[in-house]
């Protein structure tokens, strides 16, 4: 099982991107803070930002390139990365019971330099279409589900930035699905800490972490009963940049990369690094023409 490719965490990879759903920066002229806001006061900001977001988000399009290099447990390379480009988009999902509930669709574009062939199908550990709901934690309606308090001595964070640490109280459970030779694994909890502007409450950065290993169970079908697979680490970290978009002109806070190391027990381990550029906003229009009368 260790030379097989396997998916990481999908928590791992919603935080992918997770995440073309960030705060929107808005046009608000931003005035120095004198003081650090309270954590509630914080929260509420944080909130309201994220909320501001999904009540107004359109599609956007842009370029993600991932690149995946192999790791040994203790973080070693292991041969050539490979690297994907692909075309991405994202819109609010037409059959979302919610307001924060996007689709995210990729087609790719090339692989390792050489253009993508037709029909040609992500591998294992690639990212997939999927509904990320990245910042929905942070929503009023959410927050009762975790724990925040402002940490001690916050360090590496972006210039400027305040930051909360977060712990999802209780953690769910671990839900393992196996689809030929791949898994993916979505629970197991999330802690980590949100780095935001004290002045906009916009976030500036993610950092988040598996609060705990654990196992995944192998099916029979794979002819060995010993063959174990345990997520023992998993740490992906977010950061953003501003956007300007014209007609309407605003400034859109977007996800600029996110890396992602996963480190497996019997399985081979993983650094995923996607890095989003040249984005651009489809606005759809309609005209609605009077009907001739016969």
Not at 54 to 83: H, M, W
Not at 130 to 154: H, I, R, V
Not at 173 to 200: H, L, M, Q, Y
Request: aromatic letters at 10%; glycine letters at 6%.
């Amino acid at each position: 099982m260790a030379g097989r490719k396997l998916m990481n965490r999908s928590v791992a990879f919603l935080a992918t991107l997770l995440w073309l759903l960030c705060c929107a920066a808005g046009a608000r002229a931003q005035t120095p803070a004198t003081t650090l806001p309270d954590l509630k006061t914080a929260l509420a900001g944080l909130a309201d930002r994220v909320k501001h977001y999904y009540d107004r988000i359109s599609t956007i399009i842009c370029v993600e390139t991932v690149t995946q290099q192999e790791l040994k447990f203790n973080r070693a390379p292991i041969g050539k990365p490979r690297v994907t480009v692909y075309e991405l988009s994202v819109a609010r999902d037409p059959r979302a019971k919610t307001d924060a509930e996007f689709r995210v669709e990729r087609t790719l574009q090339s692989v390792n330099g050489r253009p993508a062939r037709k029909y040609q199908e992500p591998e294992c550990t690639d990212p997939k279409t999927g509904t990320p709901e990245p910042l929905a934690f942070l929503l009023a309606k959410n927050q009762g589900s975790f724990k925040f308090w402002f940490p001690s001595g916050a360090a590496d964070g972006p210039g400027g930035a305040t930051a909360i640490d977060f712990r999802q109280t209780p953690p769910e459970r671990v839900d393992i699905k196996w689809k030929g030779n791949c898994f993916s694994a979505d629970g197991g909890g999330e802690e980590g800490r949100i780095w935001f502007d004290p002045d906009t409450f916009d976030v500036l950065q993610i950092d988040q972490r598996l609060p705990k290993p654990f196992p995944v169970p192998v099916p029979w079908l794979f002819g060995s009963s010993t063959v174990a697979i345990r997520v023992e680490e998993s740490e992906v970290t977010m950061r953003f940049t501003r956007v300007k978009f014209e007609k309407p002109d605003e400034t859109v806070l977007l996800p600029e990369s996110t890396e992602i190391v996963t480190l497996f027990r019997g399985a081979t381990s993983l650094r995923t690094v996607q890095v989003l550029s040249n984005f651009r906003r489809f606005l759809a229009e309609s005209t609605v023409r009077p009907v001739r009368m016969q």
